[in-house]
């Protein structure tokens, strides 16, 4: 771990913040000592409520270092991480995350993910957001398809 590239992250949430360019999260993705990806939150300002500091930062250094894992990289975040950009970190593959501010920090400002954490524990059926399976003969073709495939990219 290195101090100065939490500093980064922490200081691009300030900045974002000032900016009004979103909320006040900040992220860099580092290899080998060098920031090859870094991301704010933009969820406001790109309508995108995918546009997290986390994921905004693994899309930049995938970009730039052409690869969709970042096994021999490592994440500095200026929180920890919200579910989703949980989910996206366990795809990335990064070799380590470091983080600043906890989730309780961010509840106390008025960026509180506690209730999708107890969401996943529920069953489909009594989570706030109906989610209904829809039974077709066809359901399960995409996956059949990329069983057959002799080129595809396994990951």
């Not at 524990?121 to 073709?141: F, G, N, Q, S």
């Amino acid at each position: 771990m290195d101090k100065q590239f939490m500093e980064k992250a922490i200081q691009l949430a300030v900045d974002n913040v000032k900016a009004l360019g979103g909320g006040p999260f900040g992220a860099i993705v580092v290899r080998d000592g060098e920031i090859v990806g870094i991301g704010k939150n933009q969820v406001t300002t790109t309508n995108d409520p995918t546009a997290h500091a986390e994921v905004q930062a693994i899309r930049d250094a995938c970009t730039k270092l052409n690869t969709y894992q970042l096994t021999d990289c490592e994440l500095y975040t200026s929180c920890e991480p919200c579910p989703m950009c949980l989910g996206a970190i366990y795809w990335a593959r990064p070799k380590a995350v470091y983080f600043a501010s906890t989730k309780e920090d961010a509840a106390k400002a008025g960026f509180d993910d506690h209730f999708i954490y107890e969401e996943i524990d529920l069953p489909k059926e009594k989570r706030k957001i109906p989610m209904h399976k829809l039974t077709l003969p066809i359901e399960t073709l995409p996956f059949d398809t990329w069983e057959k495939l002799d080129l595809r990219t396994e990951y």
